[in-house]
């Protein structure tokens, strides 16, 4: 089955106590405090699920490295880098001989089966729009995360 990255609960449950709304919070403020509880899947199987997660950090991380290009490399694996976590690699992605798969230091022995770049893009697609119009429906700016230019190739 392939992989799935939902989140369900997006809330700003933090803004209040700052003070802030989603249209008058600076960036690096709705980057951790748009917070939803994030679940990764492999078919019907979790591999990971965490509460209170920066959804929305990791949306505009998956863009950038999406949107980076190979230069005819391969492509480096994902590591998540949250200001949320002093763990890195709370999300991560990395290649493998089958393909690509996901998974995070949470559960550091379960990953996702491995799937072609063409899956993975489509469900990271899929994922970082889903929190961008999640977002939006809150009231931020929907250049928080930006919309993939084109689909990224694995560089090779």
Known sequence: MPVTVTYENLNTSDLP???????????????????????IRDG??????????PVAELARALV???ERDGEGQAREGFRFESM?????????????GGGWR??????PDDWTAP?????????LTRFTEAVREGVTDLGAAPLLIPAL????????
């Open 44 to 53: 019907e199987r979790t591999v990971c699920a965490v509460e209170d997660f």
């Open 115 to 123: 799937v072609p770049w063409e899956v993975l893009v489509a469900e």
């Open 17 to 39: 106590r700052r003070g802030m709304t989603p249209a008058t919070a600076p960036v690096h403020v709705l980057l951790v405090d748009l917070e939803a509880d994030l679940v």
């Open 84 to 96: 949320s976590f002093e763990e890195l690699g709370t999300v991560r992605i990395e290649e493998t």
């Open 149 to 156: 230019s084109t689909p990224p190739s694995p560089g090779k």
């Open 64 to 66: 950038t490295w999406l």
């Open 102 to 107: 996901v998974g995070s230091v949470f559960e």
